[in-house]
């Protein structure tokens, strides 16, 4: 069965940096669009950044946009964020996902995504 396992996540400080990373498993990943998103206590889930299945194209929430950069290796079936100057606000569960589509337009919204991993925690304090 597919699993994607989120890992990375922790606490530091605002301005800190973090790097997440979310490895896959029972899947074609090269196959699969990949895409990061986020929850925070009381709120829907949102998305952050998406790429696409050769990781020639990016995509970015506009919050994030110019601090956080995703990025794959398809040899690891392995996707990235790396998050920069973090604010409190950035404060969430993230999430990876995948999407198998042989479009090329990345979606932003959670209902495009076939398969989800259980999330890591970070937390920025202020």
């Known amino acids: 069965q597919v699993q994607l396992v989120e890992s990375g996540g922790g606490l530091v400080q605002a301005g800190g940096s973090l790097r997440l990373s979310c490895a896959a498993s029972g899947l074609t990943f090269s196959n699969y669009a990949m895409g990061w998103f986020r929850q925070a206590p009381g709120k829907e889930r949102e998305f952050v950044a998406a790429i696409s299945r050769s990781g020639e194209s990016t995509y970015y929430a506009d919050s994030v946009r110019g601090r956080f950069t995703i990025s794959r290796d398809n040899a690891k079936n392995t996707v990235y964020l790396q998050m920069n100057s973090l604010k409190p606000e950035d404060t969430a569960v993230y999430y990876c996902?995948?999407?198998?589509?042989?479009?090329?337009?990345?979606?932003?919204?959670?209902?495009?995504?076939?398969?989800w991993g259980q999330g890591t925690q970070v937390t920025v304090s202020s």
């Open positions: 996902a995948a999407r198998n589509s042989i479009s090329r337009v990345l979606r932003t919204t959670t209902r495009d995504y076939d398969h």
